[in-house]
Structures are given as structure tokens and as C-alpha cells.
């Protein structure tokens, strides 16, 4: 049964940075995809952004390029999003999606965690 945790959200002040980590098991080879998510009080949830474990290859969202950067440990099955330049803009709970056999994040993402809030306010 694949299961996904994130941990590493919190308070920050405006400017500062984040790691926010995913741990993921189940999965059954490494042909999956793993996105970051968030959603903010009263608005719609929106992609941050994804990285294909097999190949490597990473996407990011227009509003979080060039501060955000998306890695992976394939020895951990760990997914992290480091958050530099934060601004208060990037408060959310931030979920990471699991989707087996897809290199990208586009479409449905079967597999979700319940999700770590990150609030940038001084």
C-alpha cells in the first residue's frame, strides 16, 4: 500500500527558507511521479511542483521558479521541496501526490498525504 508523509512545515518569516520532506513506501518500482502541492485558506489547490523518480526530471510552477528546488533520494524514497525567498504568498498547507507508472504530474495523482502547513508571516 503506498503511503506518502510530509513533514519539515512551520513558521518563517518573510525571506527566509523551508525544506519540506516526503517519504514515500509502497510503490513498487521507481516509474512513478511525485508532486508538491498546496493549497491556501479560500483558493483553489494549485501545483508547486514535480519530479519523475525514474528520470529525474522536474517541473515548477511559474510563481515558485528560481526559489524552489525539488529533489530526490531514491536510497531514502524521499522527495524534498526547498523553499528559499519565501513570501507570504507561499502560505499553505503544502501536500506531496504519488502517481505509479507517470513521469509527470499532470492529471489525477491517486496517492496524497494529509499535507504540512507552512505560514511565511513576521
Known amino acids: 500500500q503506498v503511503q506518502l508523509v510530509e513533514s519539515g512545515g512551520g513558521l518563517v518569516q518573510p525571506g527566509g527558507s523551508l525544506r519540506l520532506s516526503c517519504a514515500a513506501s509502497g510503490f513498487i518500482s521507481v516509474n512513478y511521479a511525485i508532486g508538491w502541492f498546496r493549497q491556501a485558506p479560500g483558493k483553489q489547490r494549485e501545483g508547486v511542483s514535480c519530479?519523475?523518480?525514474?528520470?529525474?526530471?522536474?517541473y515548477y510552477a511559474d510563481s515558485v521558479k528560481g526559489r524552489f528546488t525539488i529533489s530526490r533520494d531514491n536510497a531514502k524514497n524521499t522527495v524534498y521541496l526547498q523553499m528559499n525567498s519565501l513570501k507570504p504568498e507561499d502560505t499553505a498547507v503544502y501536500y506531496c501526490?504519488?502517481?505509479?507508472?507517470?513521469?509527470?504530474?499532470?492529471?489525477?495523482?491517486?496517492?496524497w498525504g494529509k499535507g504540512t502547513l507552512v505560514t511565511v508571516s513576521s
Open positions: 519530479v519523475s523518480i525514474g528520470t529525474g526530471t522536474t
Open positions: 501526490a504519488g502517481q505509479p507508472f507517470r513521469t509527470t504530474c499532470v492529471g489525477n495523482m491517486d496517492y
